[in-house]
Every structure is written in C-alpha cells, then in structure tokens.
C-alpha cells in the first residue's frame, strides 16, 4: 500500500481571470504533487472555484449575465489556464456542483442541530469585494484590512457560527502542533493579532442577495461564502454527515492546504473549528505562500498591473514561466516579477546553463561515438568530484521539497548542471579527441550524460516538459526515482537521438520593444 499524500489549493474566486500570482499557487502544488507521486505516494490533488457571493451576483448583473451563466465562463477560464500551465490535479472541483451543495446544507443542518449555528442580527461594517465582516477596531484607516476599500454599514437577520466556543481549543491546538501553520511567522501573526485578541461568532448565512447555497430549513437565508468554500475539502472528496465514504476516509485528513497568506486567517482560525463542529480531524498542515509582485507592487486587475500566465507562456514558454515562479518565490518572502527580471532568468538559466550543457553534450557523444553511450572507465578525482555532487543532490532536493522550500529544490537540481557545465571547461573533451585520448573521453561524455540524466529526473517535478525532452534526447526509460539511487545507470551502448534545442536565447531588446507595441 502507498502512502496517501492530499494537497489542495484554495479555489480560486471566479469574479474574473487570475493573473500570475493566482497561477504561481497552482503550479507551485502541482510541482509538489509531481514531486509526491515520484516518490511513491498515492498523490490526490483537488483544485477548482469558488463560485457564490455577493461580488459573483453583481458581477453577472453588470455583464447581463445569469450568475450562472457568469461563473460558468470563467471557470471555464480558470480551468483552461490550469492545463495550459501543465498541472496534474486529480479533480477540479466547483461549489456550483449539486454534490457539493447538498452537503453544505447537510453540514450546515448538522452544526445548527449541535448547537454551533443560531440565528441573530448581524450589525457591522461590511467589504463587498472580500465579502467580509469587520469591526470598527479591526479597520486600517476608516478600510477594508485586507483590499483597502471603503466598507458599508449592514444590518440583516443572519444565522451565526460559534467561533468563539472554540477559542481555547484553537490556542491549545496551535501551540501543540508547531507544524500546523506554516511559515512561522504566518502561526504567530493568527495566535497575536486574530485569536488571542478574541474570536467574536462569525455570520454563516446573508439575506440581502440570493446567489448561494439556500439554507434548506429557512430558505430566504444563503450559507455564506467561507462555510460554502472552506467545505470543499471534504465534501469532494465523499464526506457525507451521515455515512462518510471509503475515499473519505482513505484521504482525510489533508496533508497540506496550500493558500495564499492573505486567506490564511480564514484556513487556520474559522477552517478548524468548522472541522471540529463535525467531529472531524484538522488537516496536517496550512501553508500561507508569500505573493508574486510585478515591479515590487501587488498585482491586480484594478491596479492595472496585471499580467496573464497564459500569455506568458505565449511569449516564452509554459516551462520558462513555471521556472521563473517557482524559482523567483521564496519560503516566505514575496517574489518580484518584471519582463526585464524573466527575460534575464530564461537566458541565463535555461538556454545557458541547462540548455547549452544538453546541447553540447548530446553533439559531442554524436561527433566523437556517433550518438552511442560510451562506457566509463577509470575514474580521476574531478570525475569523482562530479559524481558527489550529482549524486549528493538528490538527498539536499528531498530536504528542500520536505519542508516546502520549492525554490530552494530548483536551486539544488540547477546545481547539477552548473556543475557539469564546469567539468566540461576542467576536462577539454575537445581536447582530449584531438589528442586520441579515447578512453578518457568516453568517460567524461558518460559523466556528463549521466548528469544530465539524474539531472533531469529530478528537474520533472518542476519543468516537466523540458525534461521529456531530455529523456528523448538521451533516448532513455530510466526516468523515475528509483533509477537515481545510484550514479552510472545509463545503458552503454544505447543510441541517442538528435540533439534538439531547448531555449533558443531571447534578444532582451527586441523582446521589449515588441512589448511595447
């Protein structure tokens, strides 16, 4: 039996097409799905939308839509912007989806039999756009904590969730389980500012629009948008409140929530309490991903700074803008995104340093051995030195995807080719043909394809379809886990096919000016 892995992504809200920094959560799961089913796990990674709400309703209004009919389009958007940037969720999930819905209102039932919904009024000050609730105190500047816009006095008869029954019991938890929330300072930021200062009950249904899951025992009454949402983890993957199902069970609970650290709050303080109402066990772990900003701003429709993956991927590739985010994002600091910044990382690190090594390597094992794997034979200490670095990788990638470092992963795999691009200049395969040294050439040719082998398995995670090329390239089956235990692996005597480049190198200039027009 394999061990289960289930990552998630917050469903992405459908008011409109994200941009680049709703894409970089997608594919920085995906890489660590891709990552999780190399090693052995049972990998299920559930991604979709989120589809009710105020925002939605007059959204579709303004468009002359139904909010159906809006929300239909753009997850179909979303959907097609998902495969474009190549990532391998298992199911693609949306609230507007009969299965989920019938389980909110059973779950919504559940927690008001329990006694963890009652019915009251809500006075407050709320944020269309965040279609949230906020105290005087909690404003910054007379706005909205979280987007900065103006909020609105609202009164209505509305339905509450006992958040604050739980408070004691959330402190406990978060203290007792440092892994929990991640980064650290994600963890300390809900204990001080959020949950420590006291949880008030939290509204979890709205009279005063009509697009939402209708409470099935008071129907002039929607289940508001984080019990709708939050609820998606579960109920797509068979969580019933009567008979919960065998994949239910089997996947419960979620390794790892990956999300956006402005949405954290929602998935560490009302997510387990909501959990806890229903009996259920917590997820293992909350990771609140920093933001990619484009010239160090946020980016957003609204800003008029916002930039499209897919069109990216038309300029550059879909592998150049996977490379570029998850390299450019670190652990827990916002990434920067400007054309300059990309452009300088495609030419340097894929059609230099990955690239150029594949390249030269495959032509010289064509010019010298006509395109056969030779065989190594003795071995120096610079050859000695290469394979310690290749194979030595392999543990420092696992560490870095065991505690999420993804960019740090990417670095440690760019350090195999960084390398062999040095033992070309130390060992002159040049050199050593025009002096007929034949058996140290086949050795260094076999080093270097080796490399770039180990190299490339560890790089699919991340760069799936360049390394698909390299394995053609190489001609190679050997493309899994397992055949990286060990350096020397590669069949000698195999053929390779035609070397074939990767990245062709982008004039920066012309690159720009294009832009412009």
């Known amino acids: 039996m394999k061990e289960k892995y289930y990552i998630s992504t917050a469903i ?68 097609r912007i998902w495969d474009v940037m190549n990532t391998s969720y298992d199911k693609f999930v949306r609230t507007t989806d009969e299965l989920h819905e019938k389980q909110v209102q059973k779950i919504f039932k559940k927690m008001y039999d329990k006694g963890d919904i009652y019915k009251g009024e809500y006075k407050g000050l709320y944020c269309t756009p965040c279609e949230s609730f906020w105290t005087e105190s909690q404003l910054v500047d007379g706005k909205c904590p979280d987007c ?58 709205r009279t005063s629009f009509t697009w939402g899951i209708p409470v099935d025992f008071d129907d002039k009454h929607v289940v508001y948008v984080w019990l709708d949402a939050l609820t998606n983890y579960i109920t797509n993957i068979g969580f019933d409140v009567d008979n919960p199902s065998e994949t239910f069970n089997k996947y419960w609970p979620a390794d790892l929530h990956l999300i956006g650290k402005d949405i954290i709050r929602f998935h560490t303080i009302y997510w387990p ?57 670190p652990f827990a600091n916002d990434g920067n995104l400007t054309y300059e910044l990309l452009v300088e990382r495609y030419n340097s690190d894929l059609a230099n340093i990955l690239g150029n090594l594949v390249n030269r390597t495959i032509s010289m094992a064509k010019k010298y051995f006509d395109g056969v794997v030779p065989a ?50 130390e060992t002159c395969p040049w050199t050593l043909a025009k002096e007929g040294n034949t058996e140290r050439l086949q050795t260094v040719i076999y080093n270097l394809l080796e490399s770039i082998r180990i190299g490339s398995v560890l790089l699919h995670s991340f760069l799936p379809e360049t390394s698909e090329k390299i394995f053609k390239q190489l001609n190679t089956d050997l493309t899994d886990y397992e055949s990286i235990n060990e350096f020397g692996k590669l069949v000698v005597g195999n053929t390779l096919n035609d070397p074939e480049p990767l990245f062709v190198r982008i004039d920066k200039d012309k690159f720009l000016e294009e832009l412009q027009k």
């Open 12 to 79: 992405a809200y459908t008011s409109g097409k994200p941009h680049i920094g709703n894409t970089y959560e997608i594919v920085l799961a995906d890489a660590i799905a891709r990552y999780k089913r190399a090693k052995g796990y049972d990998v299920y990674f559930q991604t979709g939308t989120d589809e009710h709400g105020e925002k939605i309703e007059l959204k579709a209004k303004d468009a002359g839509l139904t909010p159906k009919e809006f929300v239909d389009n753009v997850s179909t958007d979303i959907k």
């Open 148 to 205: 900065g816009r103006e909020v609105e006095e609202a009164s209505e008869e509305a339905y509450f969730f006992r958040l604050s029954k739980y408070q004691d019991k959330l402190v406990d938890y978060i203290n007792e389980h440092p892994e929990f929330i991640q980064p650290e300072s994600r963890k300390n930021e809900m204990l001080n500012n959020f949950i420590k200062p006291g949880l008030q009950d939290l509204c979890v249904s």
């Open 273 to 329: 309490c909501f959990l806890w109402s229903l009996d259920i066990e917590l997820p293992k772990q909350v990771f609140g991903h920093p933001w990619l900003l484009t010239n160090n701003d946020k980016i957003g429709k609204s800003r008029g700074n916002a930039i499209y993956a897919d069109d990216l991927a038309d300029l550059v590739g879909v592998d150049a803008v996977r490379y570029y985010v998850l390299h450019e994002i």
């Open 376 to 425: 190594a034979n003795n071995l120096e200490e610079v050859d000695k030195d290469l394979i310690n670095v290749v194979t030595s990788t392999v543990s420092k990638v696992d560490e870095s995807m065991d505690n999420l470092r993804v960019a740090d992963a990417i670095d440690n795999v760019f350090e195999i080719f960084r390398r062999s691009n040095k033992y070309i200049d």
